[in-house]
C-alpha cells in the first residue's frame, strides 16, 4: 500500500511539469544486488551548475524505485527526478526526466536491456528528447565490494530543440557506457562512475559523452550524503548552445 502510494504521489508530480533532464545512474552496489526483491531510494540535493555561459543554483529531488521477478532474472527499473534552477539572472526553469528500463539476466556475467526515456532542458535549448534503446550489458568484474559493467546498445532518438527556428531530428545512435562501483571503508564509502559514448551511426564525429560521478557517504543502512558532478559533451548542440556543461551537487538519500 505505501508503496502503490509513493509511486501515486510521484506520478502526479510529474504529471505537471514540462521539463526534463539528462542523465540517469543507478549504478550503486544496492541497485546491483542481485539477492534484493525490491530497493529504492529518495533523494534530495544543492548543486551549483555552470551551464552553456550561465550560472545557476539548483535544487534536485528524486525517486527510483526497482523490483525484481522471484526467479531474480527479470529486474524492472522506475526512475526520475524534479528540479528547480535558479539562474544569475533571476530567471526560474524547471527540469527533470523520467526513466524505465528492463533487464533480462540471461548468466550470472551477461545481461540484456531494453529502456524508454523522456527528456528536455531549456537551458540547453532542449524542448524534448524522447529515446528508446536495447542491447546487451556485461559484468566485467563482480565482487562483493567491487563492480565494472559494460554496457552497449542500439538507440532510437526523436528530438525537438528550441532554437530561433525549432528544429526536429530523428537519430539512431550507439549508445556505449562503462560503470564502475567501489565501496570501501567497511562500507562507509561508496564510489561510483558511469561514462556513456552515443555516436551517430552515420556520422561518428556527432556524438556525445556523459559522465556523472558520485561520492557516498553511507551514515546507516537507510541514510547517506553523496556529493557529485555530471558532465556532458555535445559535438553538435542546438545553435547558442556550448559543447561542454557540468553540474555538481550535493545532498542526501534515503534508500528504502
Known amino acids: 500500500m505505501k508503496l ?4 501515486f504521489l510521484f506520478l502526479c508530480v510529474f504529471a505537471n511539469q514540462v521539463a526534463y533532464s539528462q542523465l540517469v545512474n543507478v549504478e550503486s552496489k544496492r541497485m546491483q544486488d542481485d539477492t534484493t526483491s525490491f530497493s529504492g531510494a ?3 540535493s544543492f548543486s551549483y551548475e555552470q551551464n552553456n555561459k550561465a550560472t545557476l543554483l539548483q535544487t534536485n529531488n528524486s525517486l527510483t524505485m526497482q523490483t525484481r521477478s522471484k526467479s531474480r532474472k527479470d529486474v ?14 533571476g530567471n526560474f526553469s524547471n527540469a527533470g526526466f523520467l526513466h524505465f528500463r528492463y533487464t533480462r539476466r540471461f ?7 531494453g529502456f524508454v526515456q523522456y527528456q528536455a532542458n531549456p537551458v540547453l535549448l532542449l524542448d524534448n528528447r524522447s529515446l528508446l534503446g536495447t542491447g546487451p550489458r556485461l559484468k566485467i568484474f563482480d ?8 554496457g552497449a546498445m542500439y538507440m532510437y532518438e526523436l528530438e525537438n530543440t528550441l532554437e530561433d527556428i525549432p528544429q526536429f531530428y530523428i537519430n ?13 571503508a567497511k ?3 561508496e564510489i561510483t562512475t558511469i561514462t556513456y559514448y552515443q555516436p551517430l ?12 560521478t558520485s561520492i557516498s557517504l553511507i551514515f546507516t543502512k537507510n541514510l547517506s550524503f553523496e556529493i557529485g558532478i555530471k558532465y556532458l559533451y555535445d559535438a553538435n548542440p542546438p545553435i547558442g548552445v556550448i559543447s561542454n556543461s557540468f553540474v555538481n551537487n550535493i545532498g542526501l538519500k534515503l534508500n528504502f
Open 4 to 7: 502503490h502510494l509513493i509511486l
Open 42 to 44: 529518495v533523494a534530495s
Open 76 to 89: 524492472f527499473l522506475l526512475l526520475g527526478s524534479y528540479e528547480l534552477k535558479k539562474t544569475d539572472a
Open 107 to 113: 548468466i550470472k556475467y551477461f545481461h540484456w536491456e
Open 143 to 150: 565482487k562483493p565490494n567491487l563492480n565494472l559493467s559494460l
Open 172 to 184: 539512431h545512435r550507439l549508445s556505449t557506457y562503462l560503470s564502475f562501483n567501489y565501496v570501501i
Open 187 to 189: 562500507d562507509r564509502i
Open 201 to 212: 551511426f552515420n556520422d561518428f564525429s556527432d556524438l556525445r559523452v556523459t559522465n556523472q
